[in-house]
């Protein structure tokens, strides 16, 4: 499934080969939580060439639900996306969302954020719901800690991901079809060295196609990111993809491809967007900010998508001031595209072996890690 194509240094360039397409790493994928990326229509996600999306299993479980799914045919055939999917399990969302999540040793009883009700995920089931969703790639329930946590608290919760990992890689091979839906497993262990390392460790040896690192940029300090992601990294096994969940800045993506990470989800680049916070090949500007009042340059003169060949940043100012929906379409629509152009440039770096040049640049655009 996954092909190491070519390093530079620890930074990786790679192929994924998934049922509904082939995916170039390093490889951002933005956020589809619910089957829709927010303020982007699905045509633009064609125009700028994304080659997987991500969606979450929580949000789609708890609306529009499995029997929609399942009368549907799945997610590809309801949202009309030909694109591979990659849905995390929902561990993230159970243990963040609902105010009451019950960790037990077989699963996480929550409550809906949304009426109250009562569920259970079990590593199993995360997976049949990602089956009715007909994911690419399945994530497997894992227990998630909040920053800072302690040592003792750290080591129960990757101990019970440790375990439910074995549960759902048993059930993955005993009751799915291989071809068509791939299972990354996620290494957790809070900002813990001992830990990181020996839950990493354990699961590269129950063998799963991926891997992710979850449990990171959750509120810990850079430096502490920057440490467990090259602590982690180094014990995952070479020749299987590294997906660093829910992290995609530019400069934590620039500096985890570096450890030799290879896929990246966030909703920053689109959630900052609709504050009107833009991602520049001169770094991040503001929109709103009153030096663009009549600035009738484009938003970003190296880049050629839509809306910079387009619109000033007059325009931009002007329409994100009075409130139209399409200030956030564009602003959604511009900040995807740097992203999809940074990661062709992190590959062709890699390629060429200018992987260093193209990290100082990004330090000199959005400060140092
Ligand atoms: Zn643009």
């Not at 340059?297 to 940043?313: A, I």
């Amino acid at each position: 499934m996954f092909e190491l194509i070519t390093k530079d240094n620890d930074a990786r360039r790679g192929r994924l080969k998934l049922f509904h397409g082939t995916v170039e790493t390093p490889v951002f994928m933005p956020v589809a939580t619910r089957g829709a990326i927010r303020a982007l229509p699905g045509s633009a996600l064609d125009e700028i060439g994304f080659e997987i999306i991500l969606a979450n299993t929580y949000h789609l479980y708890i609306r529009p639900g499995v029997d929609v799914l399942d009368a549907a045919g799945g997610l590809h055939k309801f949202m009309n996306c030909k694109l591979p999917v990659l849905t995390d399990s929902g561990g993230f969302q159970v243990f963040s969302l609902s105010d009451l999540c019950k960790v037990r040793e077989d699963g996480a009883e929550f409550r809906s954020h949304l009426d109250g009700s009562k569920h259970l995920f079990t590593p199993r089931s995360v997976l049949d719901v990602q089956r009715s969703i007909g994911s690419d790639i399945m994530m497997v329930l894992d227990q998630c800690v909040e920053y800072p946590a302690d040592h003792s608290y750290a080591r129960e919760a990757c101990e019970r991901t440790i375990r439910w990992a074995g549960e759902a890689i048993d059930y993955y091979r005993e009751s799915f079809d291989r071809e068509r839906q791939k299972i990354f497993a996620i290494v957790q262990g809070s900002t813990y060295p001992d830990l990181r390392k020996d839950c990493a460790k354990r699961l590269a040896d129950l063998d799963f196609p991926g891997y992710a690192i979850g449990g990171l940029s959750v509120g810990e300090p850079k430096d502490l990111y920057n440490e467990m992601s090259e602590i982690t990294t180094a014990e995952l096994p070479e020749d299987k993809p590294r997906y660093m969940m829910g992290v995609g800045s530019p400069l934590e993506i620039i500096e985890s491809v570096s450890h030799g990470i290879d896929m990246f989800d966030c909703v920053m680049p689109t959630r900052i967007a609709r504050n009107g916070t833009l991602y520049t090949s001169q770094g991040r500007i503001n929109i709103r900010n009153s030096q663009y009042e009549k600035d009738f340059t484009p938003l970003d003169p190296e880049c050629d998508c839509y809306v910079c060949r387009n619109f000033s940043k007059s325009y931009l100012r002007h329409i994100f001031r009075v409130g139209e929906i399409s200030a956030l379409i564009y602003n959604t629509y511009h900040n995807l595209s740097y992203m999809k152009k940074l990661m062709l440039r992190v590959r062709s770096s890699i390629e060429n072996g200018t992987f260093e040049e193209l990290r100082r640049e990004i330090h000199s655009y959005y400060g140092r890690p």
